[in-house]
């Protein structure tokens, strides 16, 4: 089993910035595994953010890019998403997922693991 948890999520103002943090672990997490940000507003679908995979080629949703960063710490077990010019749309839980099949996909259902998520709010 596989558990993931985020944390690193809070309140800021628009234009500023915030990182949040996933730390796996779980006897089966592997750092071959591909690792996924998603976000849910409310009364919204679960939406694709980035991705990336075991050695660092990275994906993301074109409305983040340029403003995000996703990163791993493979010896730490550990996914960043490093976001920057915060805008009040941005405001969502994230949610950090593994695919154990070590692929970087923009569908929920590929991936196998979730973590719980962290809320984000940005104050305009």
């Known amino acids: 089993q596989v558990q993931l948890v985020e944390s690193g999520g809070g309140l800021v103002q628009a234009g500023g910035s915030l990182s949040v943090s996933c730390a796996a672990s779980g006897r089966t997490f592997s750092r071959y595994y591909a690792m996924g940000w998603f976000r849910q507003a409310p009364e919204k679908e679960r939406e694709f953010v980035a991705a990336?995979?075991?050695?660092?080629?990275?994906y993301y949703t074109d409305s983040v890019k340029g403003r995000f960063t996703i990163s791993r710490d493979n010896a730490k077990n550990t996914v960043y998403l490093q976001m920057n010019s915060l805008k009040p749309e941005d405001t969502a839980s994230y949610y950090c997922a593994a695919n154990s099949a070590g692929v970087t996909t923009i569908k929920r259902g590929d991936y196998d693991y979730w973590g719980q998520g962290t809320q984000v709010t940005v104050a305009s």
């Open positions: 990336i995979n075991w050695s660092g080629t990275s």
